[in-house]
């Protein structure tokens, strides 16, 4: 299994604009998620999705949409890119292991907003 | 708002003694708690989870949880250099919906 993979590694936009950030799992996990980390500091949640066709906000879902067609696809959708939204963005995947959920982390989308 | 507090650091330790890093969470309900490691320029990788009080034990790490308290604990016996990292403590419903994480500690073990 790859696990959850991540593309691109490093992107650098301009201000305004767009880009998808790709994330796939090929683990059959229902649950999956976007976080984002600034330096220093913890991870934030972004979106969720908790099976095909089924997503929800986090805690910062402003500036950024999501979508989920299939199990294994979760893309993150940047409009009109601004600088607070330079960060390290990571899709995670989880299941319902024996006693609750256990999340697994892709490498992760470094993005520079100038 | 549900909140997730660690020390930040940076905890430095020699090599071979005990690491204790510490988490506090604000969510009576939570039900899921989970130590999670980072290497530097690199993704999070889960180390250890509990989810009933008391002691859990896996090779060199222990996980402490005392939900009374909202307190949950890692220990790192016998720390080695390569155990320099940051350790993010994660706190989670029953439904896989509402991971919240905290600022992470910095954790760096002197040789």
């Known amino acids: 299994n790859a696990g959850v993979t991540q593309t691109p590694k490093f992107r650098i936009l301009k201000i305004g604009q767009s880009m998808t950030l790709q994330c796939t799992q090929d683990?059959?996990?229902?649950?999956m998620y976007w976080y984002r980390q600034d330096p220093g500091m913890g991870l934030k949640l972004i979106y969720y999705s908790v099976g095909a066709g089924i997503t929800d906000k986090g805690e910062v879902p402003n500036g950024y949409n999501v979508s989920r067609s299939t199990t294994e696809d979760f893309p993150l959708r940047l409009e009109l890119a601004a600088p607070s939204q330079t960060s390290v963005y990571f899709c995670?995947?989880?299941?319902?292991?024996?006693?609750?959920?256990?999340?697994?982390f892709g490498p992760g989308t470094r993005l520079t907003v100038t | 708002q549900k909140e997730v507090e660690q020390n930040s650091g940076p905890l430095s330790v020699p090599e071979g003694a005990i690491a204790s890093l510490n988490c506090t969470y604000s969510d009576r309900g939570s039900q899921s708690f989970f130590w999670y490691r980072q290497y530097s320029g690199k993704s999070p990788e889960l180390i250890m989870f509990?989810?009933?009080?008391g002691d859990k034990e896996d090779g060199r790490f222990t996980a402490q949880l005392n939900k009374a308290s909202q307190y949950v604990s890692l220990l790192i016996r016998d720390s080695q250099p390569s155990d320099s990292a940051t350790y993010l403590c994660a706190v989670g419903d029953n439904y896989g919906q509402n991971f919240v994480f905290g600022p992470g500690t910095r954790l760096s073990v002197l040789p």
């Open positions: 683990m059959n996990h229902n649950y």
């Open positions: 509990i989810y009933s009080n």
């Open positions: 995670a995947s989880s299941y319902l292991g024996d006693r609750g959920y256990e999340q697994y």
